[in-house]
């Protein structure tokens, strides 16, 4: 008798080994349910097959619903018809053109394509940085893989200019060389 949650036994109670390539073959498939009872009822298939269980809606004949649906406790939708409610408000002309506007965003993906709205969007914003590389105020740097290279240990042109225009020591320079001295005895 198999045991749920008990290893497999042979016939001398003795633990069978399993076979590695039949674990191997269902490690990854999980089977999950309850068990329960089918009846077989070709008449109740032929019933509901015809749409003989459904019943109409508020009395109308070409809508037909079940009578689980949640459409059958909507008797009365005149309360929520457009026509029904706020009738004395009127939007500013504000509010108007703010509606209008959120319309428009809100129903736009129905008669625009956005996505190639994008990719026209992006190449427009290409055609633009081609056109002002070509008028030259804008262009990408090219990097140059010569032995021309920045070398931290070896002075910059602007240090070697302000070398040959005899730097002064500015200001500042003098006077942190003034509290130097405090730093380093720690007296203030």
Known sequence: MYRRGAAKRDPNNKPVKKDVSDSDKYADLLVFGYACKLFRDDEKALY???????????????IMIDRYDGR?????????????W????????????????????????L???????????????KRLSEALADEGTYTAV???YSADYYDPSQPTEEEDAN???GEKSSPV??????????????RY
């Open 48 to 62: 509901h097959e015809r749409g003989k269980h459904l019943i109409p809606w508020m009395g109308d004949k070409s």
């Open 72 to 84: 059958g406790h909507l008797h009365d939708l005149s309360e929520y018809d457009s026509g029904s």
């Open 86 to 109: 706020n009738t004395s408000y009127q939007l500013s002309e504000e509010e108007a053109r703010i509606e209008t506007l959120c319309d428009e965003e809100r129903y736009l993906a």
């Open 111 to 125: 008669h625009t394509d956005l996505l190639e709205e994008e990719a026209r969007q992006e190449e427009e914003y």
């Open 142 to 144: 090219a990097f140059k």
């Open 163 to 165: 070398k040959e225009h």
């Open 173 to 186: 320079q003098g006077s942190e060389e003034r509290y130097a001295h405090l730093l380093f005895t720690g």
